[in-house]
């Protein structure tokens, strides 16, 4: 379950911020604190609609990680996510979840990402770029999770001088 939730968490890292030309980075964003206050809202908006409670042993801190790896620069923007582990989920109840999680988002404005698979419904929202996860949702699946990240950002809204 750790494993998986991990997975998730790189491949939202990974996948978040883009492409962009470097005059697109140096422009202001929302603050981390910002991004993680909207990852909160956007969470507790899912799990309102979900069919099943995150396990309390599975809810997930921040991870916050450098965009560094695949920025072209200027360099120092962040990105976090959260994530939060239901278990082994029936099948039944994984494609209600899934459904709902679909209805819920798109609903929003968000759309399909190309990285989806039958396992994983993943879904970006192309207004804020915030990406949202819901993992585990086959028949061969044992294990049921949800993830929210942000874009790249800069921590106080701005780039460094």
């Not at 968490?9 to 697109?24: D, H, K, P, T, W």
């Not at 968000?110 to 949702?137: C, I, M």
Request: charged share 20%; hydrophobic share 40%; net charge negative.
């Amino acid at each position: 379950m750790a494993l998986a939730a991990a997975l998730a968490s790189s491949m939202l890292a990974l996948s978040s911020c883009g492409v962009e030309s470097i005059s697109e980075r140096r422009k202001a964003t929302i603050t981390l604190d910002q991004a993680k206050a909207q990852v909160d809202s956007y969470l507790a908006e899912i799990l309102a609609k979900l069919p099943v409670e995150p396990l309390a042993s599975q809810s997930g801190d921040f991870v916050d990680s450098f965009c560094d790896s695949n920025d072209i620069g200027p360099h120092g923007r962040e990105q976090t996510s959260r994530d939060y582990g239901f278990g082994d989920v029936p099948p039944a109840t994984k494609a209600e979840a899934a459904a709902a999680f679909r209805t819920l988002l798109m609903g929003k404005g968000f759309e399909v990402a190309p990285e989806a698979t039958l396992d994983w419904v993943k879904l970006q929202n192309p207004k804020d770029k915030f990406v949202a996860v819901l993992s585990g949702v086959s028949d061969d699946s044992h294990s049921l999770s949800l993830g929210v990240s942000t874009p790249c950002v800069w921590p106080n809204g701005t780039p460094s001088p």
